[in-house]
């Protein structure tokens, strides 16, 4: 059985957050993935990886660069990847492009 | 010590020396503090509240012995500097990069003196890498082969 892809960002576990465009500021749900990666080549540092899944129709118009608040926190796109079903994939950086 | 060992102890000093508050040559400061974030290479994975990485590698040596009685050993030191300093990480690298460099020409008559004359770098290079990922992330990695020359077999030479 298919789940709706809103009933997946209105289970109390995802973040409220607030994505500003170029041209508008919106409320959005976004569910944190943390990955744990170390950084570096010769060097290395300790890394979390920067990701949250949010419904695709809520950032379709969100382009790289643009800004998302989380919890009082900025953070700016770097990458994003919709995987076809509804779901995007946001790829985050705490500096901004 | 050995004359490996003297090479070694001696680039450590010199990169630790690596301060806005020290001349390279008279009147002509260093541009950055890179000095103060040396650590030993442990091949350890750094905190991610750190900033600021400088270590030293010894990371091959071999030895000619076509030369017998003596025998031209060569060491491959990597000094390598890694950052994470937002937007200014590519300018940093660049300072850190020149520092590096300053300090190698500033010392080698003294680590010449010390070591002996027979040492001479005889390969540099350098790669840099910068990365935006979670947070800007710049490494710098300078390689220089030394060339010296010890009396074949000997460990403990005398003269060292």
Redesign the interface.
């Known amino acids: 059985m298919d789940i709706p892809v809103a009933e997946f960002f209105n289970t109390g576990l995802e973040e409220d957050a607030v994505l500003t465009t170029a041209s508008a500021s919106s409320s959005i749900k976004v569910h944190f993935l943390n990955e744990y990666e170390?950084?570096?080549?010769?060097?290395?540092?300790?890394?979390?990886?920067?990701q949250v899944y949010a419904q695709t129709s809520d950032v379709e118009n969100a382009t790289q660069g643009d800004k998302l608040s989380i919890n009082g926190t900025d953070y700016y796109i770097?990458e994003m990847h919709p995987d076809g079903t509804g779901i995007t994939t946001i790829?985050?950086?705490?500096?901004?492009? | 010590m050995t004359k490996e060992q003297k090479i070694f102890s001696l680039i450590v000093a010199g990169v630790q020396g690596i301060l806005t508050t020290n001349e390279y040559a008279t009147g002509k400061n260093y541009e950055t503090d890179i000095g103060n974030y040396y650590q030993d290479w442990y091949g350890l994975v750094n905190p991610e509240s750190d900033t600021d990485v400088l270590e030293v590698r010894d990371v091959s040596a071999s030895a000619d012995e076509e030369q017998y009685p003596f025998q031209r050993e060569s060491l491959e030191v990597q000094i390598v500097y890694a950052c994470k300093r937002g937007t200014d990480t590519a300018n940093q690298l660049r300072k850190a990069k020149a520092d590096i460099y300053r300090m190698i020409g500033a010392n080698l008559d003294t680590w010449r003196a010390t070591v002996g004359g027979d040492l001479h770098p005889v390969q540099m290079g350098w790669e840099k890498e910068i990365k935006h990922e979670k947070e800007i992330f710049g490494e710098i990695t300078i390689t220089i082969v030394f060339e010296y020359q010890t009396e074949f077999w000997l460990v403990e030479e005398p003269n060292y």
Request: overall charge negative; cysteine-free.
């Open positions: 170390s950084l570096g080549a010769e060097i290395q540092f300790e890394s979390s990886n920067l770097l790829l985050l950086s705490e500096e901004q492009p």
